[in-house]
């Protein structure tokens, strides 16, 4: 049987402001047979998208296909008409986007928008589109099938949005699927449900599909075929058995190596406990905070309630937990960015004003915040030694030679090279940008740094580099870190403690090797065993544990009464878990959980 | 929560126009002289215009005659002329000068707003259907380049071509208020060519702007993906997410019809409110001056807020909360 669609010898290049060319895609070929799924791996910069997008016919504004030919069912779409081009998108390949909260429009229904593409292409009627969708909302296990058409984007949640987005892409039956990083942005727990849905549908369906990631793990439970891709070039591309458990080219195993293994105790590395001192450099004590004006000063919101951290010197603790749970909130309360209602933050022992405005120039100092979004975070109207010289300036009073000379160290320590100064953030990679964010919170020579998801937006070679970055930091200055992240394993390698955090309440929190071993609290239980493992059929044997089961595709909801995780809980025992605060159990070495059932019904 | 952002925006409005009496009303007192100087002129003597002021009320302390003022605006009562500008006369109430003066406004401002909002509409999303192309940059370097120019400065070169030049249409629009048809309309045709000209740039820079910036989001090249044709991406999937600045620019542009082209009107000679008001200042005749400002504040105030609403009902997070 011919392949359904074939790459051949594919090249796209970029026309840059001086017209240009430069080569993003150097003669890439590979084929997709039908109902087969082929995954594009490699780092961004890999040419992965550009060369999935090739299917469609479409390069994005600023590519140009500049050689070779991609036929579906014999034929080139490049070099199609564009009449013929907008006839196929939607129709015969379908794509799915990274982002459904950016991709869905926020003024159209979700109905209209997964069902205007079969109507357009005069597939299907808007009465056939519409039942189409309500079945695929069945299949996709979307809650309120019936009205969910009628419903704008902004009142789903996330992860149903990711899965309206395959709705859409499924809803005109076409033979490709094109899905581009779908879960990455997501939950582990979201991921793995997202996961199984577009598995089961797609076997369903029986439509051949290319799965553009960075993320092995998830290749290995969809792919049947993997291409490995680097810098435009096919390193290696066989079936997923193979490129997995016997990967023949160095990039690979070298991406394999780069994939952390499964969160576990004994991860860590130690460190030296050569900077501690009596106080914790940051504690919080029974802070509760959240967002809005309540009655009598209360948030009207509670976000997050009675919460106790304390961040030992040159330590780093890792609070971990889904969206939705506070995880951001605890660090804007530390940071002062957002005051705690009740509670105090201390500072080397001694009680900080709640909120940022009250607070000197020393003590804020001493807390630094470093933003995820690097983009976000750096003026892109400033060059990089503007940028780390303002808080040098501020805090340390240098100016002129002495300033430069402290951006030179700056830059040294986060391995970027001095000629960066004069560059503006525009001008650097992803991870260059978040070690310019790094390095801007460092020029404050602060004691504790405030990271929250630094390493989330970036890939795994990308983001194992900063955390490496990061380790040294903290044995070269006896900086504390409270380092927050979805990523268990990353927190595994790099906490010493790890607190875990569930709809604004610590469940569980202790020295990382306590946590990550049992007696685990449930809901610690469930985050460990969503994080796909580079193995496959990992993710059919997940789906069958009781804590997936209970646990897996539910929101967050905060609870005043009970226990919070009561609803998604294996062990929950009604009238009781959903009644009563769970005690605090102390299990020695500062290791303590917070539920009904006793340590030895955690075990099992 | 609609219905709360509503009235908030109209308690906010009438607190606006509260706050602007205040400032128009200190603004016409600080004036050199009075009304009583104006009628007495030449036969003023200190006591024959301590008389006239004890008669006018303009004696009394000025808080006394602001709430007295404000309390005869909230009734209706404007007051009458106290100098008898444009073609009233002492005594005549202001509303009765007012009244034909703001009809006029009203014919020439709509007539300019339902030409130029969906003519300046359309190019400006016909400009961002194909940027970059010669369409493009012929509506982009024209309108740029009527924006640059001042007011007077086209309607003088309108009234060079087409009045003194080729004699089409007359030079002024002075109406007596009999016209009819087609006089009515050669009467209408300069200033409304000139005011179409200067407002529609502006709509449409601003529609061509907000359509292009909207149409780098990932929902339009998820659009272009599903293989959605050209016009219906921009009507159907950018427009909608446009519609809140187009408005807000749209309704600036309807309050400078009403009230800044006092320029446009003198050149014609188009009885229009804003020569009323231009008049009146000339003339000192405070009460007219007063009401003529209030006019032009509640008129931008209503505009803006129909703006807001606008841009609230287009936002789907708004009309839909969670």
Request: aromatic share 6%; proline share 6%; with cysteine.
């Amino acid at each position: 049987m011919p392949a359904l669609l074939e790459i051949d010898r594919l090249k796209i290049d970029a026309r840059g402001d001086d017209d240009g060319l430069t080569p993003i895609v150097k003669g890439v070929s590979f084929s997709v047979k039908r109902g087969e799924v082929v995954a594009l791996i490699g780092e961004s910069g890999s040419g992965k998208t550009t060369i999935a997008l090739s299917a469609l016919g479409y390069a994005k504004p600023g590519l140009e296909f500049t050689g070779g030919e991609v036929r579906l069912d014999g034929r080139d779409v490049i070099s199609m008409p564009p009449n013929e081009q907008r006839a196929l998108r939607g129709r015969r390949v379908a794509y799915l986007a990274q982002s459904a909260a950016a991709t869905f429009n926020p003024a159209l229904t979700i109905g209209e928008q997964v069902t205007e593409s079969p109507v357009l292409h005069g597939q299907l009627s808007r009465e056939q589109a519409d039942l189409r969708a309500e079945e695929l909302y069945r299949a996709l296990e979307l809650p309120d099938p019936d009205r969910l058409g009628k419903r704008y984007p902004h009142q789903v949640s996330g992860g149903q949005l990711q899965r309206l987005m395959a709705a859409m892409a499924l809803c005109g039956k076409p033979d490709l699927l094109i899905l581009d990083e779908p879960t990455t942005a997501l939950d582990v727990t979201t991921q793995i449900e997202v996961l199984k849905a577009f598995k089961s549908v797609i076997r369903q369906e029986g439509s051949a599909a290319i799965y553009v990631t960075h993320d092995l793990s998830v290749v290995a439970q969809i792919a049947d075929h993997i291409v490995v891709l680097y810098a435009g070039d096919v390193q290696e591309h066989g079936t997923a058995d193979k490129v997995i458990n016997r990967p023949s080219h160095d990039y690979t195993r070298r991406l394999m190596a780069a994939v952390r293994p499964p969160p576990a105790a004994g991860q860590g590395d130690e460190s030296s406990d050569a900077h501690e001192r009596d106080a914790p450099a940051l504690e919080v004590r029974s802070v509760t905070a959240g967002y809005g004006k309540g009655r009598n000063g209360a948030p009207s919101l509670k976000v997050l309630r009675d919460i106790n951290v304390a961040v030992q010197r040159g330590h780093t603790v890792g609070v971990i937990g889904e969206s939705g749970c506070g995880k951001s909130t605890l660090a804007r309360v530390m940071s002062g960015l957002l005051p705690a209602s009740e509670g105090e933050v201390l500072l080397d022992g001694d009680r900080l004003q709640p909120s940022l405005h009250q607070r000197d120039r020393g003590e804020l100092q001493k807390v630094q915040f470093v933003f995820q979004m690097a983009d976000t975070a750096l003026n892109p109207r400033q060059r990089i030694d503007h940028i780390l010289g303002r808080p040098i300036e501020f805090y340390l009073g240098l100016k002129g030679a002495e300033k430069r000379k402290r951006i030179g160290e700056l830059l040294h320590m986060v391995e970027l090279p001095p000629e960066f100064a004069g560059r503006y953030p525009e001008e650097l990679s992803g991870g260059q940008k978040q070690r310019v964010n790094l390095a801007r919170a460092l020029a404050a020579s602060p004691e504790v740094l405030l990271c929250d998801e630094v390493i989330s937006a970036l890939d795994t070679i990308v983001g194992a580099n900063v955390i490496e970055l990061l380790k040294r930091l903290r044995k070269q200055t006896g900086v504390s870190f409270v380092f927050i992240s979805h990523d268990l394993s990353t927190i595994a390698s790099f906490a010493d403690e790890i607190v875990v955090l569930y709809a604004g309440r610590v469940v569980e929190q202790g020295p990382t090797d306590r946590v990550l071993s049992p007696p685990y609290h449930p809901y610690t239980r469930l985050l460990i065993s969503s994080v796909p493992e580079l193995r496959i059929g990992w993710l059919e044997e997940a789906m069958e544990t009781q804590e997936a089961k209970a646990g897996i595709d539910r929101v967050v909801k905060l609870t005043e009464i009970g226990c919070p995780f009561f609803d998604r809980c294996p062990l929950a025992v009604e009238g009781t878990c959903d009644r009563e605060d769970p005690p605090i159990r102390r299990l020695g070495e500062g290791h303590a959980i917070e539920c009904h059932r006793s340590e030895r019904e955690f075990m099992h | 929560m609609l219905l709360h952002a509503m009235l908030r925006r109209i308690a906010v409005g009438i607190a606006t126009l509260l706050v602007v009496s205040v400032l128009i009303f200190i603004g016409t007192s600080v004036l050199p002289g009075d009304v009583a100087n104006i009628i007495l002129g030449q036969m003023a003597t200190p006591e024959s215009l301590a008389a006239l002021r004890a008669k006018l009320g303009l004696d009394q302390p000025a808080h006394v005659r602001y709430f007295f003022w404000l309390g005869n605006l909230m009734t209706g009562d404007l007051g009458v002329s106290k100098a008898g500008s444009g073609f009233g006369t002492i005594g005549t109430p202001i509303s009765e000068m007012l009244v034909p003066r703001m009809w006029n406004t009203i014919r020439l401002a709509g007539v300019v707003a339902a030409v130029a909002v969906p003519l300046s509409m359309a190019l400006g999303l016909l400009a961002a259907m194909y940027p970059g192309t010669r369409l493009d940059r012929i509506v982009t370097f024209t309108t740029l380049g009527l924006i640059s120019v001042p007011e007077f400065l086209v309607a003088t070169f309108l009234v060079l071509v087409v009045a003194v030049y080729l004699g089409w249409l007359p030079a002024t629009a002075y109406m007596s208020g009999n016209e009819t048809g087609w006089q009515l309309v050669k009467a209408l045709a300069m200033p409304t060519l000139t005011l179409v000209i200067v407002a529609s740039s502006q709509i449409m820079r601003m529609t061509r702007a907000t359509v292009l910036n909207v149409m780098s989001s990932p929902y339009i090249e998820m659009a272009i993906l599903k293989g959605v044709p050209r016009q219906r991406i921009i009507l159907r999937h950018a427009l909608f997410n446009a519609i809140g600045p187009i408005v807000n620019v749209v309704a600036l542009n309807l309050a400078y019809l009403v009230s800044g082209v006092v320029i446009v009107e003198t050149i014609f000679a188009y009885p229009g409110l804003a020569k009323l008001m231009i008049d009146a200042v000339q003339t000192r005749d405070l009460p007219l001056v007063q009401a003529c400002a209030m006019i032009f504040c509640a008129t931008y105030i209503v505009l803006i807020f129909i703006a807001d609403m606008a841009s609230i009902l287009s936002n789907p997070r708004l009309r839909h909360p969670k």
